[in-house]
Structures are given as structure tokens and as C-alpha cells.
């Protein structure tokens, strides 16, 4: 049960004034909210107001209490017209108003700003103003997995990719896998899910196989609850473009290494001028080999030279520390 001291209070008034109260009622144009994590939400209660509002006779509070939870707390407190915010719960400072303007309508507009998961609960407000009369709101806070990021790594050592999905959403979702056709492949893929700071699940999503290289691959996160989904495409060109940042990091290591290996000032000069032609060529090279082993129906036969492309990528997705083989 609530059990604020001003809600007691207002109990006892309530019996007090029980034949004023039977007038007095108060109403909710809209009994459930549902709002996307973040966004800003108003919940409404209505009281009657006869002509204007003496703003000193009115009070209301506005409690919430999350399922499961005993203790309720105090979202904003109105009282004789004042705000009251002594007693607000920590939870909402900052974030809970009184829409004032439209309490003369008659209107007791709560409105909370970036709503957080923890928001989610039933709401009671209490209003007295010649009498007195409580409604109860319900609100739900949904996280869409919005943004999905993907990765594509070889696995090093064997002919199988790494395919991985990550995003953060409320309820938990689970994770499908599935190529062109809607076939599908989760029956190996391994999902995981942690909880932010925020109340959100970080679900990731990890699928280790051999893809075939003329199709497309989406992972599919559906939310159960909302009955959403939201989905990623990894495209097989993804793998060109894993292929092509190791390339990158490759050359970077490669550069350095040389430097140092060859100290010899004479040697440098000429190593500079190498360099700028050589990377060129290099570029050249490699692009070829990379389409010529692509376009293999066997990825088995990569030299070991693309083999450590693939390691040095895998390498540095680990240090961001994002996936753990
Ligand atoms: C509203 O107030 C007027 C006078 O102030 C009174 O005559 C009338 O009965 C009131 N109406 C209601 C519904 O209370
Ligand atoms: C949400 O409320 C805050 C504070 O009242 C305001 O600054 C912000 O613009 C609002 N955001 C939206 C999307 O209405
Ligand atoms: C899934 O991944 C987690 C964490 O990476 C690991 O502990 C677990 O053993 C894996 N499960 C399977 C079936 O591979
Ligand atoms: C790869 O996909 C293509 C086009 O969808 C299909 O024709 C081919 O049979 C697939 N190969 C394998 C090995 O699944
Ligand atoms: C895979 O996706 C890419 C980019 O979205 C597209 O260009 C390509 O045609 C797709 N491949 C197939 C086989 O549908
Ligand atoms: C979600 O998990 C991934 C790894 O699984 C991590 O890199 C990322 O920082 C996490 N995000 C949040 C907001 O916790």
C-alpha cells in the first residue's frame, strides 16, 4: 500500500468530508501510458474546478510504485497551491513538473522528463480541493534495440566467420539469425545479455559459421513484449571491408617495423623514396589476391599472408574489447 503521511492525512479527511466527497471525484482521461525510454512523458488526472481555482485549497501528490516494490515514492507533491519538493524522491528531482497553467482547467498534468526503465509503475494521484478523490495511471517504459552494430571477423586458423550483433533495449529481446531466403541459422548462435547502468539489456549476439559468399545475413532482434523487431543486414562485402581495415592496420605495423629494422641514414633516404611507390604497389597487389580468393568457392586454400590480415583485425576488435572468441 501507499503509505505517505500525506496520503493518511488526506484519509482522514477523507471521512471527514465523506458527503462532500461523493461531488468530488476525480477522473483519468487515459489509464495507460506507454512511452520509448528517454522521451518525456504527461499523465493526466482531472478534478473538477467550479469557475476559478483558489490555488491555496488545492494539493496534490503524485506517488509512484514499481511492481514488487513495498515502498512507493514521491514523484511531486503540490500542497496548498505550493510546490513541496522537501519530500521528493531523489529518483525524480529534477525530472517531475506540475504542468501549472493547466490547473485552472481542472487538469493535474504530470510530466516526467528522459524517462528511465525504473519509471515504469503505477502512478497514484491524490488530489484535494473541496474534497478529495484518488485515481491510479499505469506507466510502461519500452526500449526499442534501435541501433544495432555488427562485426564481421575470421576466425582465426579455421575458414568460419565470426558474425556478431549487439544492442541495448528494453525488455529483453532474443536474437534470430537468418540469411536471404529466412532460413534459419540461430541454432549455433550464442546470445548474451548484461544489464547497464540504465536498466537496459545489452544483448549480443554471436554467430561462428561458414557463409556462402553470394548471400546476405541478418540478425533480427524481437522484442517478445512489444512484439517488435528491429534487424541488421550484413552484407558479404562486409567481409571485403574486414578484410580491408586488417590491411590497413597491417600496413601501419609494417611501416614502423621497417623503420626501425633499417637504421642506417643512407638506407632511410631510400626506403622513403621505396615506400611511396611500394605502397602503391602493395595496395595493387593485394586487392587482387583478395578478390581472386573471394570469388573461391574454398575458402581454404587463403595464403597465409591473408591469414594474418584477418588475425591482425580480430586482434584489434579485441582490444575495443567487444567480442571475446
Ligand atoms: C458553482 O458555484 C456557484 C456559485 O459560486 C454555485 O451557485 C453553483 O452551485 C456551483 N456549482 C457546482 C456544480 O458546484
Ligand atoms: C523533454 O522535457 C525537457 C524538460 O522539460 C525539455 O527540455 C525537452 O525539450 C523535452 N523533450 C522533448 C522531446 O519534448
Ligand atoms: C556463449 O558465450 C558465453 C560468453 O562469451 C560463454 O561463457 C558461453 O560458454 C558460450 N556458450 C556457448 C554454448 O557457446
Ligand atoms: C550460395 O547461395 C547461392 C545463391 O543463393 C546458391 O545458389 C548456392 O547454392 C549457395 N551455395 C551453398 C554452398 O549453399
Ligand atoms: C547484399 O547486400 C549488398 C549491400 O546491401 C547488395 O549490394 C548486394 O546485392 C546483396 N547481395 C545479394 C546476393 O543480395
Ligand atoms: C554492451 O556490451 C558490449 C560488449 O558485449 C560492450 O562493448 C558495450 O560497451 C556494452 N554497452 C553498454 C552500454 O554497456
Not at 55 to 68: A, F, H, N, S, Y
Not at 151 to 175: H, I, N, T, Y
Amino acid at each position: 500500500m501507499f503509505q505517505s503521511l500525506t496520503m493518511l492525512l488526506l484519509e482522514t479527511q477523507l471521512c471527514v468530508v465523506s458527503g462532500a466527497a461523493a461531488l468530488f471525484t476525480v477522473e483519468v482521461p487515459q489509464q495507460l501510458y506507454i512511452v520509448e525510454y528517454g522521451s518525456n512523458v504527461t499523465m493526466e488526472c482531472r478534478f473538477p474546478v467550479n469557475g476559478s481555482l483558489n490555488l491555496k485549497l488545492l494539493t496534490v501528490l503524485w506517488e509512484q510504485k514499481r511492481q514488487g516494490q513495498s515502498q512507493s515514492k514521491e514523484v511531486y507533491i503540490l500542497r496548498n497551491g505550493k510546490a513541496f519538493p522537501a519530500s521528493q524522491h531523489q529518483d525524480y528531482v529534477g525530472r517531475a513538473a506540475l504542468l501549472q497553467s493547466e490547473l485552472k482547467l481542472g487538469r493535474a498534468i504530470l510530466q516526467i522528463s528522459s524517462v528511465k526503465i525504473t519509471d515504469a509503475g503505477s502512478y497514484l494521484c491524490i488530489i484535494e480541493y473541496q474534497g478529495v478523490d484518488y485515481k491510479y495511471v499505469t506507466l510502461q517504459v519500452k526500449a526499442t534495440y534501435k541501433r544495432i552494430n555488427t562485426q564481421v571477423m575470421r576466425k582465426p586458423g579455421e575458414d568460419k566467420f565470426v558474425f556478431m550483433c549487439q544492442s541495448e533495449g528494453f525488455p529483453l529481446a532474443e536474437v534470430f539469425w537468418q540469411n536471404e531466403k529466412n532460413f534459419n541459422l540461430s541454432g549455433s548462435a550464442n546470445t548474451t545479455y548484461t544489464l547497464t547502468a540504465d536498466g537496459l539489456y545489452n544483448v549480443t549476439s554471436i554467430l561462428m559459421f561458414k557463409p556462402n559468399m553470394s548471400e546476405n545475413y541478418s540478425c533480427v532482434f524481437w522484442n517478445k513484449e512489444l512484439n517488435a523487431e528491429t534487424s541488421a543486414h550484413i552484407s558479404t562485402s562486409a567481409l571485403m571491408s574486414t578484410q580491408y581495415s586488417g590491411q590497413k592496420s597491417l600496413i601501419l605495423f609494417i611501416i614502423p617495423t621497417c623503420v626501425m629494422v633499417v637504421i642506417l641514414p643512407s638506407a632511410l633516404i631510400i626506403l622513403q623514396k621505396r615506400k611511396s611507390f611500394k605502397n602503391g604497389q602493395h595496395k595493387e597487389d593485394r586487392k587482387r589476391q583478395l578478390n581472386a580468393s573471394l570469388k573461391d568457392e574454398d575458402r581454404d586454400d587463403f595464403n597465409s599472408q591473408t591469414e594474418a590480415l584477418y588475425m591482425s583485425t580480430v586482434t584489434a576488435s579485441r582490444d575495443s574489447g567487444s567480442v571475446d572468441l
